[in-house]
């Protein structure tokens, strides 16, 4: 029988019995409620229940994410949001009217479903490994950016142009709202968007890939927002003619449910009617199988010889080996990098290679952020200081596979370049931030099971202690330690110390989501698959490129006239060094304020379109002009520092907080109402500015050196 839109079902399920305990399942759902990420969803829960009632056990299912409607209800409010229509003038401006178009075979062939083409190539499970390991850590890069790189190489034989116009497939689980969680969500999520390649000029395969890359990462929210504008917003955004698709579909060998069932060998049939038409000429699809990166090439029939696909496919294969092998050439040595070095002598440059073991061990050298010149600066003087370390510790209750996380967490480690990452030359006027290929997190597991609870209780607090005071080696990555301690059969502690050098607040439950979905991955034995991020590198690049003699007209003139830091006034004992006035002087006090109080200010803050961090800095503004006896008030705030123009930096690990002044003038005659809107207009103008050096800040401020430009900060 056959799917039904209007009345239903749109999924069906047929069991196929074959004797000597051999059966099939067969699965069909209607597009418009599944996509490739929700048959992975539901082959997973499937799976797991059929598992628990093999067991005699009963069905635990993971929690249930945001439902569909809600996702599409927030999708739709987005579309009328100031942040969606700021993509309009990026969509308008794509010169998609100079791609080429594809000579056909057959110019008036019919382009139906019913005479769609499939040629098939792969990459053996070698080759696979390299494209999929190998060249991301030389060129800093994502498997998207190689098979499109390689895609454009292949058709410009065929159009004798070194541009294409691809039609992306995403996932669509874009994370635009802070409060919605898809990621175990069922449903059609997959957003589909033009993007132009162009690779004209390009000497070599490296850098085409970097070119490619660039225009990749330079669309924003990874594509989302096209069909957002266009079919949600209304907006008159351009469609172009796409003659080519391309999805890279991930890993998908493996259990399909688990341990319970895996994939088929048997063919589905067809999945659309006949006489459907066809969006595109040629569909490309990838993925990774058992046997290595298959690349499926749908095609018109009608339009097209198959030994013209077939050319097209072997084509794009070749260019994928040449970038492998151009990759490796490469890694002999220091590897490209995006961003400038420092004028490093040879002789300097060489030494601090060695250090790490040689060329072969380096995967790049690259400068480090004002904020953590700062931090490396404070921590080498005073190396027993832990101001800047991180420290986290938990419990975790329940059945845990302790080799399973470790695992895990060595392949986060592995992941981020920026948790492999050195730091060096501190003798040099720019230290260098250097990544290594491979590192080794410290994992010390212990079990103190035959320890009474007091005794545990004591022995923790000790190990916090210890862990918390022990300084980190700049020059032996990972800056981080883990201990996990056994304290029951199903109840452990987690003690996670880190560097700040490496990450901020924002970036720990990124990395927890990831450590904890690799967790149950490996623990059911399967191929952990985390989404594409962002290295952190890009953000140091991201850096070079910002006007810093815009910067400086802006501070100089927001600070003029400030030459004198506000005071309380509240004199203290002298610190004999900062650690001990950080550690001794540090007072942290908390004010609880009851839920009608805290609903009071957060209805107030609506109404006036104010937020209520702009009321607390107001109220921080006034008792610092009291004690200090000013009109006129300078205090510290904290930025998150991720700029909004870098897309997914949302999701990159690594330090981009920053703490600049805020100046602010006390009301004076003004209303409460509008001084509050003003303060609010300061720190969004700050905002525009939250990358600038605090060292710079303070050399454009009229304050004297040595003197610091605020003594307190509101976070």
């Known amino acids: 029988g056959s799917l ?193 390649l162009d690779v004209d000029g390009t000497s070599d395969p490296g850098t085409a890939l970097k070119r490619v890359k660039e225009q990749l990462r330079a669309v924003p929210q990874r594509g989302v927002g096209y069909g957002v504008l266009r079919y949600l917003h209304g907006a008159d955004l351009p469609a172009p003619d796409v003659e080519v698709s391309f999805n890279y579909l991930g890993q998908l060998h493996g259990a399909a449910g688990g341990q319970s069932f895996g994939f088929a060998a048997e063919d589905v049939g067809r999945e659309q009617h006949a006489s459907n038409g066809r969006a595109h000429l040629i569909d490309v699809s990838a993925h990774v199988g058992k046997d290595g990166l298959e690349l499926r090439w749908f095609y018109g029939g009608e339009l097209f010889e198959p030994a013209t696909i077939e050319r097209i496919a072997q084509r794009h294969v070749a260019a994928l080996r040449e970038l492998i092998a151009h990759c490796r050439t490469s890694a002999g040595g220091l590897t490209p990098s995006d961003v400038p070095l420092a004028q490093l002598d040879q002789d300097t440059l060489d030494r601090v290679v060695a250090s790490a073991g040689g060329a072969r061990a380096v995967a790049d050298l690259y400068p480090l952020s004002p904020l953590q010149r700062g931090l490396l600066f404070h921590s080498l003087y005073e190396p027993d200081a832990a101001v800047y370390v991180i420290s986290l510790a938990c419990r975790l209750q329940g059945t845990l596979d302790a080799a399973a996380f470790e695992h895990a967490w060595q392949l986060v480690v592995a992941r981020h370049a920026v948790l492999r990452t050195a730091f060096v030359g501190h003798e040099l006027d720019r230290p260098q931030q250097m990544v290594l290929r491979q590192v080794e997190l410290p994992f010390v597991p212990e079990d103190w099971r035959h320890l009474s609870p007091a005794e545990q209780a004591a022995r923790f607090a000790e190990l916090q202690r210890t862990e918390r005071s022990r300084s980190f080696d700049f020059a032996q990555p990972p800056l981080m330690r883990i201990s996990l301690v056994r304290i029951g059969d199903d109840d452990h502690r987690l003690l996670w110390n880190v560097h700040h050098i490496v990450l ?48 400086e007209a802006y501070w100089r003139r927001r600070l003029g006239g400030f030459d004198t830091p506000s005071s309380f006034g509240l004199a203290r004992p002298a610190a004999t060094s900062q650690a001990d006035a950080t550690e001794r002087h540090a007072d942290r006090h908390s004010e609880h304020h009851g839920e009608l109080a805290l609903a009071d200010l957060d209805r107030f803050a609506r109404q006036h379109r104010l937020t209520v961090n702009t009321l607390v800095q107001g109220a921080w503004a006034l008792l610092l002009g009291r004690y200090g006896r000013s009109e006129d008030v300078v205090f510290g705030v904290t930025v998150s520092g991720r700029p909004a123009e870098l897309a997914g930096v949302e999701r990159t690990v690594g330090l981009f907080i920053n703490t600049l002044p805020l100046r602010v003038e006390l009301p004076g005659q003004a209303t409460v109402l509008d001084w509050l809107a003003e303060i609010q207009d300061r720190q969004s103008e700050l905002t525009d500015h939250q990358s600038t050096s605090l060292a710079d800040v303070q050399r454009w401020s009229e304050v004297s050196d040595g003197t610091a430009l605020f003594e307190s900060i509101v976070a």
């Open 504 to 551: 901020d607040g924002w970036s720990l439950p990124l990395l927890l989501d990831e450590v904890f979905a690799a967790y149950q991955a490996l623990s059911r034995r399967e191929t952990p698959v985390l989404s594409e991020a962002r290295p952190f590198k890009d953000y140091i690049g991201w850096l070079q490129r910002q006007d810093m003699v815009r910067a």
């Open 4 to 196: 039904g839109l209007a009345q239903g079902p749109v999924l069906r399920a047929v069991l196929f019995d074959l004797g000597e305990a051999r059966q099939r399942l067969l699965l069909i759902a209607h597009h418009l409620v599944v996509d490739g990420v929700s048959w992975r969803i539901l082959l997973e829960d499937l799976g797991a229940a059929l598992s628990a009632l093999q067991r005699g056990e009963p069905i635990r299912l993971p929690p249930k994410t945001t439902s569909f409607r809600h996702w599409a209800e927030r999708l739709t409010a987005h579309a009328r949001s100031d942040a969606a229509r700021g993509e309009l003038s990026y969509w308008q401006s794509q010169p998609w009217h100079t791609a080429p178009r594809l000579p056909r075979d057959h110019a008036d062939g019919a382009n139906s479903a019913g005479e769609v083409q499939l040629v098939r190539v792969a990459l053996d499970a070698a080759e696979t490994q390299a494209l999929l390991q190998e060249v991301p850590e030389v060129y800093h890069t994502q498997i998207n950016d190689v098979l499109l790189t390689a895609l454009v190489q292949a058709f410009a034989g065929l159009t004798g142009a070194p541009r294409l116009l691809v039609g992306l497939e995403g996932h669509g689980r874009e994370e635009l709202f802070d409060d919605v969680d898809v990621s175990r969500t069922v449903g059609w999520f997959t957003s589909l968007f033009p993007v132009l």
